[in-house]
């Protein structure tokens, strides 16, 4: 059964980047269709999606992000990471990360908090 | 960009069947039979419920259905039980560089 599972800090200074990886199990990343993404909900705010890279090689990025996130794919790992730039207070949130299809993120990590925070 | 546009919240009885409407644009969920709705519990990852607009992944109970008219998709929750109040959150795909965007999520309460 497909899982993923996300991992990195859960502290990071204003200014700097915050990167999380997303470790798949139960198949590859790079054997099943679909997309892989990265969404965050802020403290007592709604779901907002991050970005998300299709297993033939696209991405797309949230456009009020984009100058600011990368996602990228480790396959030796059977990984995904999620770098974003430059954070603030306003990036504290748990970050998630999916795999997805145009219509349902169908399967989800359990999500890891990352506050910023000097 | 804009999310979609959910209530805030909707509240039942136990036994009685509620609605959550999400209303976008012809762009996304007007456009697209890509609409899905997902299950949050507080400190729990979201659960998908309905995709495809109207497709329930296996497990999911039958006393949850999803259907769209125009611009605007809804979740149907019968019989509601005391184990569905949660937080939900629709979803759509976007023909732009957004791509997906969620509602705003509607707080669901069992009296």
């Known amino acids: 059964q497909l899982q993923v599972q996300e991992s990195g800090p859960g502290l990071v200074k204003p200014s700097e980047t915050l990167s999380l990886s997303c470790t798949v199990s139960?198949?590859?990343?790079?054997?099943?269709?679909?997309?892989w993404g990265w969404i965050r909900q802020p403290p007592g705010k709604g779901l907002e999606w991050i970005g998300s890279f299709y297993y033939s090689g696209s991405t797309y990025y949230n456009p009020s992000l984009k100058s600011r996130v990368t996602i990228s794919v480790d396959v030796s790992r059977n990984q995904f990471s999620l770098k974003l730039t430059s954070v603030t207070a306003a990036d504290t949130a748990v970050y998630s990360c999916?795999?997805?299809?145009?219509?349902?993120?169908?399967?989800w990590g359990q999500g890891t908090m990352v506050t910023v925070s000097s | 960009q804009s999310a979609l546009t959910q209530p805030a919240s909707v509240s039942g009885s136990p036994g009685q069947s509620i609605t959550i409407s999400c209303t976008g644009t012809t762009s996304d969920v007007g456009g697209y039979n890509y609409v899905s709705w997902y299950q949050h519990h507080a400190g729990k990852a979201p659960k998908l419920m309905i995709y495809?607009?109207?497709n329930r992944p296996s497990g999911v109970s039958d006393r949850f259905s999803g259907s769209k008219s125009g611009n605007t998709a809804s979740l149907t929750i019968s019989g509601l039980q005391p184990e569905d109040e949660a937080d939900y959150y629709c979803?759509?795909?976007?023909?732009?560089?957004?791509?997906?965007?969620f509602g705003g999520g509607t707080k669901v309460t069992v009296l």
């Open positions: 139960g198949g590859s990343i790079n054997n099943n269709s679909y997309y």
């Open positions: 495809d607009v109207t």
């Open positions: 979803n759509s795909y976007r023909s732009s560089s957004t791509r997906w965007v």
């Open positions: 999916a795999h997805h299809g145009p219509g349902g993120f169908h399967i």
